[in-house]
T-cell receptor, first 114, second 109 residues
Framework: ETGVTQTPRHLVMGMTNKKSLKCEQH?????MYWYKQSAKKPLELMFVYNFKEQTENNSVPSRFSPECPNSSHLFLHLHTLQPEDSALYLCASSSQGMGQETQYFGPGTRLLVL | GESVGLHLPTLSVQEGDNSIINCAYSNSASDYFIWYKQESGKGPQFIIDIRSNMDKRQGQRVTVLLNKTVKHLSLQIAATQPGDSAVYFC????????FGKGTRLHILP
């Protein structure tokens, strides 16, 4: 266990559905991240939150909407997704959101969009 | 452009032998490097890290080597065990973190 939990672990949704992914870290970290992991591709950083403030949005389509109510919780709200959005969505956290830090990952949510 | 890549997508190693997984990076400003292990159905797990002021760092059964001259990073796993089967990928951290695609390590009985 890395101290980062994600729910649900698996999700199947239609293109018109609205769903949310949840991440919680129990490490006392101040930075949280959302990544997309597709087959045979490197991890793609989506969003970064530092002390609850969004500090990075890597040109992610608006059908993905993050929310960070506090330093321990991070959500990813999904709306009208496309089949190509099917992937493993990973949450991570780190101490301060600065360089030379290790990021600790959750187990991921396996998303399938039909 | 900036990239972090691995030379071999799949590596098969006999159980008990040593494994060497390689990684190339292109951003000379990167000063912190991490190796992650990702088992099937799990998220990436931190293995070992190294800062740019070091050439070598050892952990338990793992060693990371950094060659800044040729921008090369390697992960050595001693006495490979079945539990080492996973995808291994490196990450470089400079002004931003960049992950490699990964190498799948397959252990032969």
């Amino acid at each position: 266990e890395t101290g980062v939990t994600q729910t649900p672990r698996h999700l199947v949704m239609g293109m018109t559905n609205k769903k949310s992914l949840k991440c919680e870290q129990h490490l006392g970290h101040n930075a949280m991240y959302w990544y997309k992991q597709s087959a045979k591709k490197p991890l793609e950083l989506m969003f970064v939150y530092n002390f609850k403030e969004q500090t990075e949005n890597n040109s992610v389509p608006s059908r993905f909407s993050p929310e960070c109510p506090n330093s321990s919780h991070l959500f990813l709200h999904l709306h009208t997704l496309q089949p190509e959005d099917s992937a493993l969505y990973l949450c991570a956290s780190s101490s301060q959101g600065m360089g030379q830090e290790t990021q600790y990952f959750g187990p991921g949510t396996r998303l399938l969009v039909l | 452009g900036e990239s972090v890549g691995l030379h071999l997508p799949t590596l098969s190693v006999q159980e008990g032998d040593n494994s060497i997984i390689n990684c190339a990076y292109s951003n000379s400003a990167s000063d912190y490097f991490i190796w992650y292990k990702q088992e099937s159905g799990k998220g990436p797990q931190f293995i070992i890290d190294i800062r740019s002021n070091m050439d070598k760092r050892q952990g338990q059964r793992v060693t990371v080597l950094l060659n800044k001259t040729v921008k090369h990073l390697s992960l050595q796993i001693a006495a490979t065990q079945p539990g080492d089967s996973a995808v291994y990928f490196c990450a470089e951290n400079g002004d931003k973190i960049i992950f490699g695609k990964g190498t799948r390590l397959h252990i032969l009985p």
